[in-house]
């Protein structure tokens, strides 16, 4: 039973933007903060942004304050994450997390459900 679902990722030029959407069952998406993580080859997944459920605050990692973007539209049990000014770094695969429980921001080991991931390139 597929509950998350990323979708947007792509190979890009480094400047570029992308906009990644995550559809979730609402049963898990409405009430719960929705997060992204990103995991580079050879690293670990580490933490982007967070949204509380509400759409009312966001958290994001220092790395990417103030070129990532993160919305949600929970009519339509969606979460966005919109990249801009795209750099070789940011390439990796890019996951949607939700966790039931409300840390701020969550770790890895908060997460109840991800989802299967989309591959972000960027070329120089």
């Known amino acids: 039973q597929v509950q998350l679902v990323e979708s947007g990722g792509g190979l890009v030029q480094a400047g570029s933007s992308l906009r990644l959407s995550c559809a979730a069952s609402?049963?898990?998406?409405?009430?719960?903060?929705v997060a992204w993580f990103r995991q580079a080859p050879g690293k670990e997944r580490e933490f982007v942004a967070v949204i509380h459920w509400s759409g009312s605050a966001t958290y994001y990692a220092d790395s990417v304050k103030g070129r990532f973007t993160i919305s949600r539209d929970n009519a339509k049990s969606t979460a966005y994450l919109q990249i801009n000014s795209l750099k070789p770094e940011d390439t990796a695969v890019y996951y949607c997390a939700v966790s039931t429980r409300y840390p701020w921001p969550p770790a890895r080991s908060d997460v109840d459900f991800w989802g299967q991931g989309t591959q972000v390139s960027v070329s120089s």
């Open positions: 609402e049963r898990i998406f409405s009430m719960n903060n």
